[in-house]
């Protein structure tokens, strides 16, 4: 592989690479002589009853004007979206920490944000700065929250463990977000999906010219290093890719997101965010950032036709963990999610 990109991180050197743990870096072919079962019933990964800490979407950034208030699902669970009056985003836990109102019905103040029942005040450190809680040192949950790229994005969890990825100089001039889309599938399971290599032939269309490379980041990443040819169809033909060699890596970060560096044909990078839903599923965002625009016309119909498949699949899978040897990339995935801090 000549692309060993791994966001937010110093460039890997070429196949010798080694892992976080100092092993060598694994090949798929290594990862399947060393494949341990995994349970069928996981505590965490694609548990709908446990979100994971991580980086989630929230909504766009200008959708929250100064003053204004944001309920966001995260999960099961509900966090409050404010923007004080100098225009800085906070995050705290949607219940009121004296009696459980909700605090998106609440005002922002210069104080903070000042719950609509009996007027106690939180500050942006969750300390109770106005109401009876004061004298009682009453504190709340407050989470970090970052502005990037249009949008809002939390950390759910205690203090973040890793920031955003970001591209690479080149590919970061120009951004170009997706509208958000909804899956009837548990998130892990659709950034897994990227590492799930038995499905790339008879869904896809393309084999492998060289044995993918696995590079295990622990304690948050999993990356997939491949080099493949686009077997023809009338769009390849269409968009020059027929018979073509792509190159890409693909890296989860976490519990949450994914991203793509892709070298060739078209360079660009992708950023993947999936968001549980209480109801079940996810939704999900796309970010394209392209070293120019005109990198889209190859870029965008290149991703749709090589997910498009995938999402109809996705929709609706219900998940039972049965890993065979033949996963062993996607069940190395999951056993990182099993070992990760639970919000």
């Known amino acids: 592989m000549q692309s060993r990109a791994d966001p937010g991180r110093d460039p890997a050197p ?15 072919g290594v990862t399947r002589e060393r494949f341990e079962p995994l349970p069928r019933t996981l505590r965490r990964f694609a548990n709908p009853d446990v979100v994971c800490q991580g980086w989630y979407h929230a909504g766009r950034a200008r959708s929250i004007e100064k003053g204004g208030v944001r309920r ?27 009696l459980g109102a909700d605090l998106s019905m609440g005002t922002v103040v210069e104080k903070g944000l000042r719950c609509a ?18 004298a009682q040192g009453a504190r709340m949950p407050v989470y970090e929250v970052r502005e990037r790229w249009g949008l809002v994005w939390v950390w759910a969890g205690d203090s973040p463990t890793h920031d955003l990825p970001k591209p690479a100089s080149a ?11 909804r899956l009837r599938c548990h998130p892990h399971v659709v950034l897994g999906n990227g590492l799930d290599l038995t499905h790339v032939v008879p869904v896809h269309g393309f084999h492998f010219e060289d044995e993918p490379i696995v590079e295990p980041r622990p304690p948050d990443r999993l990356s997939l290093h491949v080099r ?10 269409l968009l020059g890719l027929a018979g073509r060699t792509a190159r890409w890596s693909f890296t989860t970060i976490g519990p949450s997101l994914a991203w793509v560096t892709v070298t060739f044909p078209t360079p660009f990078e992708l950023l993947w965010a999936v968001r549980p839903l209480p109801e079940g599923g996810c939704a999900t965002r796309t970010l394209f950032f392209l070293p120019q625009y005109r990198s889209l016309v190859r870029a965008l119909p290149m991703m749709i036709a090589t997910t498009w498949a995938d999402r109809r699949v996705l929709n609706g899978l219900d ?25």
């Open 14 to 28: 070429a196949a010798d690479a080694r892992s976080a743990g100092g092993s060598a870096t694994l090949t798929y």
């Open 72 to 98: 966001v699902f995260i999960g099961r669970r509900a966090v409050v979206i404010y923007r004080d009056l100098q225009g800085t985003l906070h995050a705290l836990d949607r219940s009121c920490g004296h």
């Open 117 to 134: 029942f009996h007027r106690w005040c939180w500050g942006a450190d969750g300390a109770c700065v106005a109401g009876a809680g004061t």
């Open 228 to 237: 493949a040819r686009f077997h023809a169809t009338a769009m390849r033909r």
């Open 319 to 343: 998940l039972q963990a049965g890993f065979v040897a033949s996963d062993s990339v996607f069940a190395l995935y999951a056993r990182l999610v099993e070992e990760m801090p639970a919000w």
């Open 171 to 181: 590919n970061g001039r120009h951004v170009l977000r997706l509208p958000v889309q």
